[in-house]
């Protein structure tokens, strides 16, 4: 079982950039495929951003396309999500999540605390 844990949220302008980690323990990092989900207030919990096990097929969701880039440290057991240009529309709680490469869904199976994200214009 891995432990997620994310850092790096905090406050910023609009038009600011900001990286987000997530440091993962207790299991085999280089077997998870990992995302990136963010939930803002009153809103459903949505999908931002997917990176495969080995670093590769980076995926992201249309409103953060060209601004926001995900990438994985294997040797350091983490995954960053650099964000830019960031709008007050980013305001949110950022998590991410874990699922083996080998899983028959595609359901995250493992979840951090999040980090707050907010973005004053």
């Known amino acids: 079982q891995v432990q997620l844990v994310e850092s790096g949220g905090g406050l910023v302008q609009a038009g600011d950039s900001l990286r987000v980690s997530c440091a993962a323990s207790g299991g085999f990092f280089s077997v998870y495929d990992m995302g990136w989900f963010r939930q803002a207030p009153g809103k459903e919990r949505e999908f931002v951003a997917a990176i495969s096990w080995n670093g590769g097929n980076p995926d992201y969701a249309d409103s953060v396309k060209g601004r926001f880039t995900v990438s994985r440290d294997n040797a350091k057991h983490t995954v960053y999500l650099q964000m830019n240009s960031l709008k007050p529309s980013d305001t949110a709680v950022y998590f991410c999540?874990?699922?083996?490469?080998?899983?028959?869904?595609?359901?995250?199976?493992?979840w951090g605390q999040g980090t707050q994200v907010t973005v004053s214009s």
């Open positions: 999540a874990a699922r083996s490469r080998f899983s028959t869904t595609d359901e995250y199976r493992y």
